[in-house]
């Protein structure tokens, strides 16, 4: 078959001695100055194919520009050492396609395949340049499973319907997974987006990756990451980088690495969240979730709109509850917590907390630490724990109706904050005697308040 460019000028098909020629091996060049070599592994007299015993075709056309070749069905084994870029076409048969620094662009035919784009040395101009860009592109529909490395150039990668296995260098690539399960080990700044296949993607570089329909599991290295969930399942781990993760309408698993400063935002799917190292943000949103410190200190939790599970961690952190039911358990740590707007149970810790009570209702359970709690808005009931306990009321802020349990007489106190002294002194002149022992007083702002087992509190329980 006569095999020809674009300015009419024929292809010079020479064949070394001792080689077969590939079986119908064809090529059009559109330009550029390919050469391609064309094994065929049927021609040989044994079934393992080794270097020595495959046919061997060399396509040359010094003289014309950037090229296109179609492969014919029966080619397996190309090695592209062209100076120029080149275009080529698969066919059915199974394929590996090795390409030198020039950009090489695949679009790959039914068969199986491996594409190395990884800028080799070029043995025929005995130089070396810059690694440039390559493409690979899958049929959408029926096309096989490949293994495509590229180098440092900035690649772009469409996996379509088969089972790839995908690894970039360290350029900027753009890497579309399709409808199979698909692998990616992402070196460079990559963006990847998922398809409607399972997806698993180790990261080494900074990549930004957004999830599609299919089930997807993330692995950072160390670089800096960012990954948007879709509506598959998501699981996302963190490596000594940092990692930025904002759930989708999946569900989602994300646990922090060593490093810690990961954001992790929950989507409106069910999500847990696990911090790693120090200085995480964890927000919680519409499902059900569970948010856990991880081990660090200095992080933050917020719950969302769902039922939430928090837990603090053995050193410093900050948990806002949310508009939902929240179920806070403190750490050993000086934990701040603040009561959101739902209904929360808060356990105290063996720290040193402050505990904020918000518009909804809260229940505390204090540890054997020093605990300070604000009264809120909302309806509040406090047990006491063993450590010596501050209860605090601020004019303007408290207004609910709040109950302590297990004040201890000499050890815990109540602070009134910003109520005149007349107030006070109104207060409790009229502070009465409840039931089972209990004193019962009111302050200016509508706060009443509830000591229970507690008769004829005296002044010096106030500060």
């Given at each position: 078959?006569?095999?020809?460019?674009?300015?009419?000028?024929?292809?010079?098909?020479?064949?070394?001695?001792?080689?077969?020629?590939?079986?119908?091996?064809?090529?059009?060049?559109?330009?550029?100055?390919?050469?391609?070599?064309?094994?065929?592994?049927?021609?040989?007299?044994?079934?393992?194919?080794?270097?020595?015993?495959?046919?061997?075709?060399?396509?040359?056309?010094?003289?014309?520009?950037?090229?296109?070749?179609?492969?014919?069905?029966?080619?397996?084994?190309?090695?592209?050492?062209?100076?120029?870029?080149?275009?080529?076409?698969?066919?059915?048969?199974?394929?590996?396609?090795?390409?030198?620094?020039?950009?090489?662009?695949?679009?790959?035919?039914?068969?199986?395949?491996?594409?190395?784009?990884?800028?080799?040395?070029?043995?025929?101009?005995?130089?070396?340049?810059?690694?440039?860009?390559?493409?690979?592109?899958?049929?959408?529909?029926?096309?096989?499973?490949?293994?495509?490395?590229?180098?440092?150039?900035?690649?772009?990668?469409?996996?379509?319907?088969?089972?790839?296995?995908?690894?970039?260098?360290?350029?900027?690539?753009?890497?579309?997974?399709?409808?199979?399960?698909?692998?990616?080990?992402?070196?460079?700044?990559?963006?990847?987006?998922?398809?409607?296949?399972?997806?698993?993607?180790?990261?080494?570089?900074?990549?930004?990756?957004?999830?599609?329909?299919?089930?997807?599991?993330?692995?950072?290295?160390?670089?800096?990451?960012?990954?948007?969930?879709?509506?598959?399942?998501?699981?996302?781990?963190?490596?000594?980088?940092?990692?930025?993760?904002?759930?989708?309408?999946?569900?989602?698993?994300?646990?922090?690495?060593?490093?810690?400063?990961?954001?992790?935002?929950?989507?409106?799917?069910?999500?847990?969240?696990?911090?790693?190292?120090?200085?995480?943000?964890?927000?919680?949103?519409?499902?059900?979730?569970?948010?856990?410190?991880?081990?660090?200190?200095?992080?933050?939790?917020f719950a969302g709109h769902g039922q939430n599970v928090i837990f603090g961690g053995p050193t410093s952190d900050m948990i806002v509850g949310g508009s939902g039911y929240d179920l806070i358990l403190d750490g050993n740590g000086s934990e701040q917590v603040y009561a959101g707007s739902g209904v929360s149970t808060?356990?105290?810790?063996?720290?040193?907390?402050?505990?904020?009570?918000?518009?909804?209702?809260?229940?505390?359970?204090?540890?054997?630490?020093?605990?300070?709690?604000?009264?809120?808005?909302?309806?509040?009931?406090?047990?006491?724990?063993?450590?010596?306990?501050?209860?605090?009321?601020?004019?303007?802020?408290?207004?609910?109706?709040?109950?302590?349990?297990?004040?201890?007489?000499?050890?815990?106190?109540?602070?009134?904050?910003?109520?005149?002294?007349?107030?006070?002194?109104?207060?409790?002149?009229?502070?009465?005697?409840?039931?089972?022992?209990?004193?019962?007083?009111?302050?200016?702002?509508?706060?009443?308040?509830?000591?229970?087992?507690?008769?004829?509190?005296?002044?010096?329980?106030?500060?």
């Amino acid at each position: 078959m006569p095999i020809t460019g674009e300015d009419g000028n024929p292809f010079a098909a020479q064949i070394q001695a001792g080689y077969q020629a590939a079986a119908g091996a064809s090529a059009q060049a559109n330009g550029g100055s390919p050469s391609l070599v064309a094994y065929d592994p049927s021609n040989g007299t044994d079934p393992t194919v080794s270097s020595t015993q495959v046919g061997y075709t060399q396509l040359t056309d010094a003289n014309i520009g950037d090229g296109t070749v179609v492969l014919p069905n029966n080619i397996s084994l190309v090695d592209d050492t062209a100076d120029q870029p080149v275009s080529l076409s698969g066919g059915s048969a199974n394929q590996v396609i090795r390409g030198s620094y020039a950009s090489l662009t695949v679009y790959a035919g039914t068969g199986n395949g491996v594409m190395l784009a990884d800028g080799t040395y070029n043995p025929n101009s005995h130089s070396s340049m810059p690694l440039t860009d390559n493409n690979f592109v899958a049929p959408s529909v029926g096309g096989g499973s490949w293994v495509v490395s590229v180098g440092n150039g900035d690649n772009m990668i469409n996996a379509a319907s088969g089972n790839d296995s995908i690894a970039t260098g360290t350029g900027d690539n753009a890497i579309y997974l399709g409808s199979g399960a698909d692998q990616v080990a992402s070196g460079g700044q990559d963006t990847i987006l998922g398809g409607l296949g399972a997806a698993t993607i180790a990261a080494t570089g900074n990549a930004a990756v957004f999830a599609g329909q299919g089930s997807m599991n993330f692995a950072n290295g160390a670089g800096t990451s960012t990954v948007i969930g879709g509506t598959g399942s998501l699981a996302v781990t963190g490596g000594s980088g940092k990692l930025t993760l904002f759930g989708g309408t999946g569900n989602t698993l994300a646990f922090g690495g060593s490093k810690g400063g990961n954001i992790f935002a929950a989507g409106q799917g069910n999500a847990t969240l696990v911090g790693g190292g120090d200085g995480n943000l964890l927000v919680g949103n519409a499902g059900t979730d569970l948010i856990v410190d991880g081990g660090g200190q200095n992080n933050t939790a917020f719950a969302g709109h769902g039922q939430n599970v928090i837990f603090g961690g053995p050193t410093s952190d900050m948990i806002v509850g949310g508009s939902g039911y929240d179920l806070i358990l403190d750490g050993n740590g000086s934990e701040q917590v603040y009561a959101g707007s739902g209904v929360s149970t808060i356990f105290g810790g063996s720290g040193s907390d402050l505990t904020f009570a918000g518009k909804g209702n809260t229940t505390l359970i204090e540890g054997s630490g020093a605990s300070t709690v604000f009264g809120g808005s909302g309806s509040g009931v406090f047990f006491g724990g063993t450590g010596t306990d501050l209860y605090e009321f601020a004019n303007g802020s408290a207004g609910g109706n709040d109950i302590i349990y297990g004040f201890k007489a000499g050890t815990d106190h109540i602070a009134l904050a910003g109520y005149s002294a007349n107030q006070v002194a109104a207060a409790m002149s009229q502070a009465a005697t409840g039931s089972g022992g209990s004193t019962v007083f009111s302050l200016g702002d509508g706060t009443q308040v509830t000591v229970q087992g507690v008769s004829g509190l005296s002044h010096s329980a106030f500060v």
